[in-house]
């Protein structure tokens, strides 16, 4: 069954992409990824319904085009979940997690940090669904802001001032509140509230 496609996504897609690539040229030489660095493919992190939802709908387009890559993504993804499993923070059923409780966010920060991604070609070193690839990834590497300042990827803007590190960052205000939308929508169609794994978009 084709999962739903959020109309709106291609749409939210078009303005990151434009944000980003500004924010890479603004960043020249003190942007360090490059294919094949996989840093940040190794490690859970949360994404939203939206993201899910894409991902699944990537997979599907990788089944049409190139079944037996698709195959692999989900054996991959598969087999992440049986890992992830036992320590999961939040429902195993529905691979939704718990992100309230006195004791998230430290069991999050310690769960699964050299998990690989089940997206991630590991003799390529590439991603197999990088159009459908969550907002997160899309968006790492480049000056994000957060609570805390500026977040940076470590391999990124190595003894960059505070100035210049400001002036490659980038702008968030014509994305969240899209994005929000969207990913209620995502939830509506979905019957899934909540953030969610990669692994868990894939494998179950």
């Not at 990913?183 to 909540?194: H, I, P, Q, R, Y």
């Amino acid at each position: 069954m084709m999962p739903p496609r959020i109309s709106g996504d291609p749409q939210l897609i078009q303005i990151v992409d434009a944000v980003t690539a500004q924010a890479q040229h603004a960043s020249g030489s003190w942007l360090a990824c490059r294919p094949g660095c996989t840093q940040c493919c190794h490690g859970v992190f949360a994404i939203s319904q939206l993201d899910a939802l894409r991902l699944r709908t990537g997979l599907e387009d990788l089944t049409h085009d190139d079944p037996a890559r698709a195959a692999a993504v989900r054996d991959r993804a598969r087999q992440a979940v049986v890992r992830l499993l036992p320590e999961f923070p939040g429902d195993p059923a529905t691979g939704i997690l718990a992100e309230s409780g006195p004791d998230f966010d430290e069991r999050f920060d310690a769960f699964a940090n050299d998990e690989p991604c089940p997206a991630l070609d590991p003799e390529t070193g590439l991603c197999d669904l990088y159009a459908a690839r969550p907002m997160t990834c899309r968006l790492f590497g480049l000056p994000i802001p957060s609570e805390e300042g500026l977040a940076v990827c470590e391999l990124c803007f190595v003894d960059a001032p505070p100035e210049e590190v400001a002036r490659c960052a980038v702008q968030l205000d014509s994305i969240t509140p899209l994005e929000d939308a969207l990913t209620a929508e995502s939830e509506k169609l979905t019957n899934n509230s909540g953030a969610t794994l990669v692994a868990f978009a894939l494998g179950l």
